[in-house]
């Protein structure tokens, strides 16, 4: 007897599928635009989500969710999602940077990654060490093992420009106030986001447009299993490590089968084989825009993309009844 096959791809016609999962999603987080309520924000995109999941064709397991079972209704980890189909894995923020879309500010978004069974990374709610650059340069440029700074010379050298012509993207948090120093240091330049390290990362992909070369330091570690994810699709490369600096957070990645705390993760270990991803934008940013509201008319906008292809598409959707969203129309 032969065991069945290992499916190496994942069926494309997931990837149209995930689109009215983000675009619902993120209709139902941008009424919350400007309300500085991130929780209603949140929950209206997970519920929206969860139930636009149901239509796809997937038996799906979700490993990187709203949050654990009891504390969320929707999207929590290990919640089986989808209408029936293909077992696949999940990834989602139903609502990345939901401050962004609580103050209306630049950037939030609705995300979602499909992937094989078993082969996402499965984290705690941590925060992990990043480093982020996008495609086109030579192997192992970047590195966790060495400092921020020599990661910004390696690129700079493989850029053949100066260290002054690079920009970091950092999140602006007080725990990085030692690593922007070092990158300012060595005459490079940062670009400071509030929040939503996902499209921090994928930024870089796009240096011309986008004025960023690398992404550094630490986030939200499922954000960084996303951001692998765009990653994979878009081409380029990065690591994480964990920050498992206490006992309870090395308890609850060791029950996630974490053996070594000090692991560094490449963009395979995060994401081991084929993945789909969608990215609607909730408010107007740099990569995406928001969703717009006109009498009678809804417009979203999308970056689908798949990794076996490499094919990375733009979808700007006009859905002309409303109602579908529980909107008036
Ligand atoms: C991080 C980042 C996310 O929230 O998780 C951040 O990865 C939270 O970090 O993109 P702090 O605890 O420092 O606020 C985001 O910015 C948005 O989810
Ligand atoms: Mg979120
Ligand atoms: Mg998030």
Redesign the pocket.
């Known amino acids: 007897m032969t065991a069945a096959p290992v499916p190496q791809q994942l069926d494309r016609r997931h990837a149209l599928e995930m689109v009215r999962v983000t675009e619902r999603a993120a209709v139902a987080a941008a009424v919350w635009r400007g309300r500085g309520d991130e929780q209603s924000a949140e929950e209206a995109a997970t519920s929206a989500a969860y139930a636009e999941l149901g239509q796809m064709s997937v038996s799906g397991r979700v490993v990187i969710g709203a949050g654990v079972e009891g504390d969320v209704s929707h999207l929590y980890i290990g919640e089986t999602v989808g209408g029936g189909g293909d077992a696949v894995d999940i990834a989602a923020?139903a609502l990345?940077?939901?401050?962004?879309c609580a103050k209306n500010m630049p950037g939030s978004m609705a995300v979602m990654v499909l992937a094989a069974p078993g082969s996402l990374l499965q984290v705690p709610p941590v925060?992990m060490d990043k480093v982020a650059i996008g495609p086109g340069y030579p192997k192992d440029v970047i590195s966790l093992r060495v400092k921020p700074e020599d990661n910004i010379r390696a690129l700079a050298e493989a850029k053949g420009v100066s260290t002054s012509d690079i920009t970091a993207l950092v999140?602006d948090?007080p725990?990085h106030a030692g690593l922007i120093a070092a990158v300012r240091a060595i005459g490079a330049s940062v670009k400071l986001i509030?929040?939503?390290?996902?499209a921090?990362v994928i930024h870089t992909t796009n240096p011309r447009d986008s004025g960023v070369d690398i992404y550094l330091g630490t986030?939200?570690a499922a954000?960084?299993v996303l951001a692998a994810a765009a990653l994979r699709c878009m081409g380029g490369q990065m690591q994480g490590r964990l920050i498992l600096d206490t006992d309870d957070k090395r308890g609850l990645a060791r029950k996630l089968g974490i053996r070594d705390p000090g692991r560094i993760y490449d963009l395979s270990d995060m994401v081991a084989g084929d993945c789909l991803m969608a990215a609607t934008g909730v408010t107007d940013g740099p990569l995406l825009h928001g969703v717009r509201f006109s009498r009678g008319l809804v417009e979203t906008d999308t970056l689908l993309m798949r990794a076996a292809s490499g094919t990375v598409r733009r979808i700007s959707t006009r859905h002309s009844d409303p109602r579908k969203f529980g909107l008036e129309g």
């Open positions: 923020d990345e940077g939901a401050t962004l925060y999140l948090r725990r509030t929040d939503g390290d996902v921090g986030g939200g954000e960084g």
